[in-house]
């Protein structure tokens, strides 16, 4: 392989560059000057976010590659970058007061958060087995470390130590896939790849055939699907709120993206032989997200099932692999994000003696005292489960039309079977929002920037119920690349 | 030279042993130790391939799994000290607050 | 295919033999006479102060694993010198590219000093 030296190529890479200038002015501010971090951080971490998306968007149907074929940015890509980096900006506003009431160092949170970022964005752009094995890493450990980030709270340092040893346990298992596919096709770019796999020897090859069976299980772990999801409820539970928010969006995302150009782009061709074990995922992992869902009392232990159900939905326009599939998936990655940090944004608000109030429980009544609140709690709580008038509901029916595309009635009926059980324990949190006060109620505060936080994901949620074509137009072109 | 696939299997052993390692023992140093040896049979792999096809990739990509591997242990041994501060031992099993 | 590998064998053999019997030798004919200062363990000829089972004081774990990110990022100068060497044209691009990278390690570096990490008091 060989690589041309062409400037050109850092063209592609702006987003990431103006998030790593970002991140690299938080800390230096944080470096020499303290007290002003402290209270700047957020807004500029907001500002380099915010020039980031208009970059991404600026690349948009003007497809391009470099470093080699390293990095591409189709309009997948940049479809995919922009859920991931509306997530950032909105995990970023929910962060503002957060970070100041827990007492979190608020420079090294800020620059971590967009590092974090800047791994995704590069893992949604890698045509290249090493680069989503680096770009993973990149997003990781930012993340470890922030998961561990309140190192006051047991809770945290537990929830550090356990997604540092699976998440680098399942980075070790996608690293000796790569390896195995580098030795039994030769290279390890996307596109060589599929190139390969068209010469009949290639496709029984099992050491291929073990390789791309432990890159599976890698990215697996990323996107929380069964059976690799066992870490997700206790590093959603121990990591500060912000946090799990902003991952629960971005690593998802990001790992979903890496799971279609591999699978999709790549191995279309090993569709047969790999359609079987997405098939078993994606069922198991609507099943057991949302029954165990059921079963808890705690908030942040709910949504951490909710969107291990949610990654088996998107898995299911995965397996289906055709034009509808490959569209729905952006759709359902932003709709998911607007939805999911909403119902985030609103955990954080609900405070119990300076601590956040997670049981099912502290919610009881809260209609009554904030209506607006809780009015847009409920909101969240429908576009989840899948009901109209939310973005849920459109992002849900895409992947069915997907299922039906690709004649896969089976895994169809489960996904609609898993959707209505879902609705109970989502609208269950809506129905308790409307019972009676409890005698000690939860303090609730919602300073401005969560409130416009939640203003804006639950606009984004209607929004894209009431107008999908916006996007629509957008997953055409993207269609066209299958 | 000896055959390429002894260097494989000796690669397999060692994932294997690594894989093992995580799943059975009970001390995150440990562990982790686990998990530095399958990145290390995931390198050697790439370098026997890497010979076996005449190409240079491979070193590249070795290089490329070494400095991450450097960083998760900088990260990895930090959370561990810190949880250190704050209790003497750190067996896994007692790590156990959250449940479910 | 493996008679090639005979000499090392043998070498082995030899150097095992060799050292073992050296050792040996001198614990069988060697005059032994024992003293406090003899029987202390050598330490570059200083006196030894305390157990060598003491625990090392966590700065020093800090500074150790700094020192390994720092100094592994260096790596990457090498292939990055070999290609330096055949761009042509592209020498000066090159260069401001590596200047980046430095400028990444500097910011790192800088942070950490400035958090005094490295102070070691």
Same mark, same amino acid.
């Given at each position: 392989?060989?690589?041309?030296?062409?400037?050109?190529?850092?063209?592609?890479?702006?987003?990431?560059?103006?998030?790593?200038?970002?991140?690299?002015?938080?800390?230096?501010?944080?470096?020499?000057?303290?007290?002003?971090?402290?209270?700047?951080?957020?807004?500029?971490?907001?500002?380099?976010?915010?020039?980031?998306?208009?970059?991404?968007?600026?690349?948009?149907?003007?497809?391009?590659?470099?470093?080699?074929?390293?990095?591409?940015?189709?309009?997948?890509?940049?479809?995919?970058?922009?859920?991931?980096?509306?997530?950032?900006?909105?995990?970023?506003?929910?962060?503002?007061?957060?970070?100041?009431?827990?007492?979190?160092?608020?420079?090294?949170?800020?620059?971590?958060?967009?590092?974090?970022?800047?791994?995704?964005?590069?893992?949604?752009?890698?045509?290249?087995?090493?680069?989503?094995?680096?770009?993973?890493?990149?997003?990781?450990?930012?993340?470890?470390?922030?998961?561990?980030?309140?190192?006051?709270?047991?809770?945290?340092?537990?929830?550090?130590?356990?997604?540092?040893?699976?998440?680098?346990?399942?980075?070790?298992?996608?690293?000796?896939?790569?390896?195995?596919?580098?030795?039994?096709?030769?290279?390890?770019?996307?596109?060589?790849?599929?190139?390969?796999?068209?010469?009949?020897?290639?496709?029984?090859?099992?050491?291929?055939?073990?390789?791309?069976?432990?890159?599976?299980?890698?990215?697996?772990?990323?996107?929380?699907?069964?059976?690799?999801?066992?870490?997700?409820?206790?590093?959603?539970?121990?990591?500060?709120?912000?946090?799990?928010?902003?991952?629960?969006?971005?690593?998802?995302?990001?790992?979903?993206?890496?799971?279609?150009?591999?699978?999709?782009?790549?191995?279309?061709?090993?569709?047969?032989?790999?359609?079987?074990?997405?098939?078993?995922?994606?069922?198991?992992?609507?099943?057991?997200?949302?029954?165990?869902?059921?079963?808890?009392?705690?908030?942040?232990?709910?949504?951490?099932?909710?969107?291990?159900?949610?990654?088996?939905?998107?898995?299911?326009?995965?397996?289906?692999?055709?034009?509808?599939?490959?569209?729905?998936?952006?759709?359902?990655?932003?709709?998911?994000?607007?939805?999911?940090?909403?119902?985030?944004?609103?955990?954080?608000?609900?405070?119990?003696?300076?601590?956040?109030?997670?049981?099912?429980?502290?919610?009881?009544?809260?209609?009554?005292?904030?209506?607006?609140?809780?009015?847009?709690?409920?909101?969240?709580?429908?576009?989840?489960?899948?009901?109209?008038?939310?973005?849920?509901?459109?992002?849900?029916?895409?992947?069915?039309?997907?299922?039906?595309?690709?004649?896969?009635?089976?895994?169809?009926?489960?996904?609609?079977?898993?959707?209505?059980?879902?609705?109970?324990?989502?609208?269950?949190?809506?129905?308790?929002?409307?019972?009676?006060?409890?005698?000690?109620?939860?303090?609730?505060?919602?300073?401005?920037?969560?409130?416009?936080?939640?203003?804006?994901?639950?606009?984004?949620?209607?929004?894209?119920?009431?107008?999908?074509?916006?996007?629509?137009?957008?997953?055409?072109?993207?269609?066209?690349?299958? | 030279?000896?055959?390429?696939?002894?260097?494989?299997?000796?690669?397999?052993?060692?994932?294997?042993?690594?894989?093992?390692?995580?799943?059975?023992?009970?001390?995150?140093?440990?562990?982790?130790?686990?998990?530095?040896?399958?990145?290390?049979? &995931?390198?050697?792999?790439? =370098?026997?391939? @890497?010979?076996?096809?005449?190409?240079? *990739?491979?070193? #590249?990509?070795?290089?490329? /799994?070494?400095?991450?591997?450097?960083?998760?242990? &900088?990260?990895?041994?930090? =959370?561990?000290? @810190?949880?250190?501060?704050?209790?003497? *031992?750190?067996? #896994?099993?007692?790590?156990? /607050?959250?449940?479910? | 295919?493996?008679?090639?590998?005979?000499?090392?064998?043998?070498?082995?053999?030899?150097?095992?033999?060799?050292?073992?019997?050296?050792?040996?030798?001198?614990?069988?004919?060697?005059?032994?006479?024992?003293?406090?200062?003899?029987?202390?363990?050598?330490?570059?000829?200083?006196?030894?102060?305390?157990?060598?089972?003491?625990?090392?004081?966590?700065?020093?774990?800090?500074?150790?694993?700094?020192?390994?990110?720092?100094?592994?990022?260096?790596?990457?100068?090498?292939?990055?010198?070999?290609?330096?060497?055949?761009?042509?044209?592209?020498?000066?691009?090159?260069?401001?590219?590596?200047?980046?990278?430095?400028?990444?390690?500097?910011?790192?570096?800088?942070?950490?000093?400035?958090?005094?990490?490295?102070?070691?008091?």
């Amino acid at each position: 392989m060989r690589i041309p030296v062409d400037p050109s190529d850092w063209l592609i890479l702006i987003p990431e560059f103006i998030l790593l200038g970002t991140a690299i002015a938080i800390l230096m501010i944080d470096a020499f000057a303290k007290a002003a971090s402290d209270r700047s951080s957020p807004w500029i971490s907001l500002a380099g976010t915010a020039g980031a998306i208009v970059a991404a968007v600026f690349l948009w149907g003007n497809p391009l590659s470099g470093f080699g074929g390293m990095i591409v940015n189709d309009d997948f890509g940049v479809l995919v970058s922009t859920a991931i980096l509306t997530g950032t900006a909105l995990a970023v506003l929910i962060s503002v007061d957060y970070v100041r009431r827990e007492e979190l160092p608020a420079g090294e949170y800020y620059a971590l958060i967009l590092l974090s970022t800047i791994g995704m964005l590069l893992m949604v752009s890698s045509a290249n087995l090493i680069m989503i094995f680096l770009s993973l890493e990149v997003l990781s450990i930012a993340l470890y470390v922030l998961t561990g980030f309140a190192r006051m709270r047991p809770r945290s340092q537990e929830a550090g130590m356990k997604y540092f040893l699976l998440g680098s346990f399942s980075a070790a298992i996608l690293v000796y896939g790569v390896a195995l596919i580098y030795g039994a096709t030769g290279t390890v770019d996307l596109q060589s790849i599929a190139d390969e796999l068209i010469s009949p020897g290639v496709l029984g090859n099992p050491v291929l055939l073990a390789g791309a069976g432990l890159v599976l299980v890698g990215l697996g772990f990323k996107v929380a699907a069964v059976p690799f999801q066992m870490w997700t409820p206790d590093v959603y539970e121990g990591a500060p709120s912000t946090v799990a928010a902003f991952m629960s969006i971005g690593s998802k995302a990001a790992a979903f993206a890496a799971l279609v150009r591999v699978l999709i782009f790549a191995m279309g061709g090993l569709r047969p032989e790999w359609l079987a074990a997405v098939w078993v995922i994606a069922a198991l992992t609507m099943t057991v997200g949302n029954l165990v869902a059921i079963a808890q009392d705690n908030i942040k232990r709910m949504l951490a099932y909710s969107s291990i159900a949610h990654a088996g939905y998107i898995l299911v326009a995965v397996a289906a692999a055709n034009r509808l599939g490959l569209q729905s998936i952006p759709f359902y990655l932003i709709a998911y994000a607007f939805m999911n940090l909403g119902a985030w944004a609103v955990v954080t608000a609900v405070t119990r003696k300076g601590e956040e109030a997670v049981g099912l429980s502290d919610y009881s009544g809260l209609f009554w005292s904030h209506p607006v609140l809780a009015g847009s709690m409920g909101l969240f709580m429908f576009a989840l489960a899948g009901i109209p008038p939310t973005a849920g509901f459109t992002a849900k029916i895409y992947v069915f039309m997907a299922a039906v595309a690709a004649d896969m009635i089976g895994l169809l009926i489960i996904a609609i079977v898993t959707t209505i059980i879902s609705a109970y324990f989502y609208l269950r949190v809506t129905v308790i929002m409307f019972m009676e006060r409890p005698a000690e109620p939860p303090v609730v505060t919602v300073p401005t920037p969560l409130a416009v936080a939640i203003a804006v994901a639950a606009a984004g949620t209607i929004w894209l119920f009431l107008f999908p074509g916006v996007t629509q137009s957008f997953t055409d072109t993207v269609a066209r690349l299958l | 030279m000896l055959p390429a696939h002894y260097y494989l299997m000796l690669s397999a052993v060692l994932f294997t042993t690594g894989t093992l390692g995580v799943l059975i023992r009970r001390n995150p140093i440990i562990m982790f130790m686990s998990i530095e040896l399958m990145l290390n049979a &995931a390198n050697l792999a790439f =370098i026997t391939f @890497s010979r076996y096809q005449r190409s240079l *990739d491979g070193h #590249i990509f070795v290089f490329i /799994i070494m400095t991450v591997a450097a960083a998760e242990v &900088a990260v990895g041994l930090g =959370i561990i000290i @810190s949880i250190f501060r704050t209790r003497t *031992d750190i067996n #896994i099993d007692d790590l156990n /607050i959250m449940k479910g | 295919m493996l008679v090639q590998y005979l000499p090392f064998l043998v070498l082995f053999i030899v150097a095992v033999a060799f050292a073992g019997g050296a050792m040996v030798l001198s614990r069988l004919l060697g005059p032994k006479r024992p003293s406090a200062t003899k029987l202390e363990p050598y330490e570059s000829g200083m006196v030894p102060i305390g157990g060598t089972r003491g625990r090392f004081p966590i700065r020093f774990y800090l500074v150790a694993l700094l020192f390994i990110l720092f100094d592994i990022e260096i790596i990457f100068l090498y292939p990055w010198a070999v290609i330096f060497l055949e761009a042509g044209a592209a020498r000066v691009f090159l260069f401001f590219e590596i200047l980046v990278f430095l400028g990444v390690i500097t910011v790192g570096y800088v942070y950490i000093w400035r958090k005094g990490a490295l102070d070691w008091e």
